[in-house]
Antibody, heavy 115, light 107 residues
Framework: QVQLKETGPDLVQLTQTLSITCTVS????????VHWVRQPPGKGLEWMGA???????DYNSAFKSRLSISRDTSKSQVFLKMNSLQTDDTAKYFC?????????WGQGVMVTVSS | DIQMTQSPASLSASLGETVSIECLAS??????LAWYQQKPGKSPQFLIY???SLQDGVPSRFSGSGSGTQYSLKINSLESEDAATYFC?????????FGSGTKLEIK
């Protein structure tokens, strides 16, 4: 059974660093790509970046300077780290599996950036 | 970046009716388009890929069509469980971009 589950803080202070973990099961990170997508309250979805099955990464240039994605294949985990958080980074953060398209998503974690 | 313009933002329809949702891309995306359904508090569910291919397990009342820059999702014979937000995703070019979503209410 394919599952993705995001875990992370509910609240992060302004200018601090956000760390979220996507733990997957039912598939291998060396076969499927895992992407990060976020959705601010009441707004649309925004693609953030990807961890490719071969271990490389790609980022949306809107985040490139402050976003980092990594993984631990032995633990079936993909990590998102984003620094210098601002209030407009308040959003629900999702991870999603991709081979051709995103076929499975996690339920997301809502993160509020507080001043 | 490819802009995806989705319409309408919301719609209300009765049980048994048929509705359509449109996504217009700012350039040709060569059918690299998927549709998703999202219910509050739940993860998005994959409905359609390559513009018109139905994902396994998705009811046949859902269908997708289009080409070039214009794509649509049609839902026939609406059921109460179809109340949700629907959005499109273009996978033709990075950065991937999404439509803004359509909230479907069932009367």
């Amino acid at each position: 059974q394919v599952q993705l589950k995001e875990t992370g803080p509910d609240l992060v202070q302004l200018t601090q660093t956000l760390s979220i973990t996507c733990t997957v099961s039912g598939f291998s990170l060396t076969t499927y790509n895992v992407h990060w997508v976020r959705q601010p309250p009441g707004k649309g979805l925004e693609w953030m970046g990807a961890m490719w099955n071969g271990g490389g990464t790609d980022y949306n240039s809107a985040f490139k300077s402050r976003l980092s994605i990594s993984r631990d294949t032995s633990k079936s985990q993909v990590f998102l780290k984003m620094n210098s958080l601002q209030t407009d980074d308040t959003a629900k953060y999702f991870c999603a599996r991709q081979l051709a398209f995103f076929d499975y998503w996690g339920q997301g974690v809502m993160v509020t950036v507080s001043s | 970046d490819i802009q995806m313009t989705q319409s309408p933002a919301s719609l209300s329809a009765s049980l048994g009716e048929t509705v359509s949702i449109e996504c217009l891309a700012s350039e040709d995306i060569y059918n690299n388009l998927a549709w998703y359904q999202q219910k509050p508090g739940k993860s998005p569910q994959f409905l359609i890929y390559y513009a018109s291919s139905l994902q396994d397990g998705v009811p046949s009342r859902f269908s997708g069509s289009g080409s070039g820059t214009q794509y649509s999702l049609k839902i026939n014979s609406l059921e109460s469980e179809d109340a949700a937000t629907y959005f499109c995703l273009q996978d033709s070019e990075y950065p991937l971009t999404f439509g803004s979503g359509t909230k479907l209410e069932i009367k």
